[in-house]
């Protein structure tokens, strides 16, 4: 029998919020100089209803020792709200933050036509920015290719006019 390398841990929601969840990820100190500090993952997770209520448990693959700063996203009619967390791996516990922490999200919207974003990917394939339709909480895929000029792997995502999306990236301080 395999032994399991990773954790888990459930939140229950009303039927009309949906929840996602990422995880940060500082990047290896020998990548750092051509990558983003910081690259974000989608946590996978399975749903139950129970009463009134979906009980969701998120699975977090390879967790560091030291625990992971998450990335939470609610999702209701018309609004987004964004909270942080941290998996203490030793106790599989998630604590949420009381106090907000500063943050910026964008919303993109385009009225004229469809428009392309692109972004790098990091040697490993983990990117640092990801952009959400919230109206199905989906992330929109990007499509992948290698740029012949810089020789790196980048993405280009297809979003379409009249539409909302919700875009966000994980910088430090020091960053634009």
Do not use: W
């Amino acid at each position: 029998m395999g032994e399991s390398f990773g954790k888990h841990f459930s939140i229950t929601e009303p039927k009309n919020i949906n929840t996602v969840i990422y995880k940060v990820d500082k990047t290896e100190k020998e990548l750092l100089k051509d990558n983003p500090k910081y690259t974000i993952e989608r946590l996978d997770y399975t749903k139950e209803l129970v009463g009134n209520n979906v009980k969701k448990t998120f699975y977090v693959d390879d967790p560091a020792e030291d625990g992971n700063q998450l990335i939470i996203f609610s999702f209701g009619k018309e609004k987004v709200v964004m909270n942080i967390g941290y998996l203490e791996t030793n106790t599989n516990t998630v604590k949420i933050s009381n106090k907000p922490i500063p943050m910026t999200c964008k919303t993109l919207y385009n009225e004229e036509d469809t428009e392309y974003r692109e972004f790098s990917y990091t040697p490993n394939l983990k990117r640092p920015i990801t952009i959400i339709d919230p109206e199905t909480t989906d992330e929109v895929k990007p499509m992948l290719y290698l740029d012949k000029e810089t020789n790196e792997v980048k993405g280009k995502c297809k979003l379409k006019a009249k539409k909302s999306y919700v875009v966000f990236e994980i910088r430090d301080n020091n960053d634009e």
